[in-house]
């Protein structure tokens, strides 16, 4: 299994995770939610590797720019799928499947470098 880093091309901490990768010589797959939606059978296994809350990023701009309703709506893995399907953008980003199955949300470039390590 190679890396897949899912995400939006314009999104800064996208961006800063995939120069990262660059700069090692790290090959990897880009999945460009904006283009190529959000892939419905990996959600479930990132929503169970990291958690639906770490997953649903309430601090972006898409998130407060729902209606109120639609975000009390929001209250367990199942409700949190339905909006990230509709409204990839609410997604924490990038996502990044490694090599062994592990799943990483966010660019951490220490814990990065470990699993660039273990590969």
């Known amino acids: 299994m190679s890396i897949t880093v899912h995400g939006i091309p314009n999104c800064d901490t996208v961006k800063k995770a995939?120069?990262?990768?660059?700069?090692?010589?790290?090959?990897?797959?880009?999945?460009?939610?904006?283009?190529?939606?959000v892939p419905a059978e990996r959600l479930g296994d990132w929503?169970?590797?990291?958690?639906?809350?770490?997953?649903?990023n309430r601090q972006g701009t898409t998130w407060r720019k729902?209606?109120?309703?639609?975000?009390?709506?929001?209250?367990?893995?199942?409700?949190a799928a339905e909006l990230m399907r509709a409204e990839p953008s609410v997604i924490k980003r990038p996502v990044v499947e490694w090599p062994g199955g592990r799943i990483t949300v966010g660019f951490d470039a220490a814990?990065?470098?470990?699993?660039?390590?273990?590969?």
């Open 111 to 119: 814990a990065w470098q470990a699993l660039a390590e273990a590969r």
């Open 18 to 37: 995939r120069a990262w990768l660059d700069g090692r010589g790290l090959a990897y797959r880009f999945h460009d939610f904006k283009k190529a939606g």
């Open 66 to 79: 729902l209606d109120p309703a639609r975000q009390a709506a929001v209250h367990d893995a199942a409700s």
């Open 47 to 56: 929503s169970a590797a990291v958690g639906w809350e770490k997953l649903l």
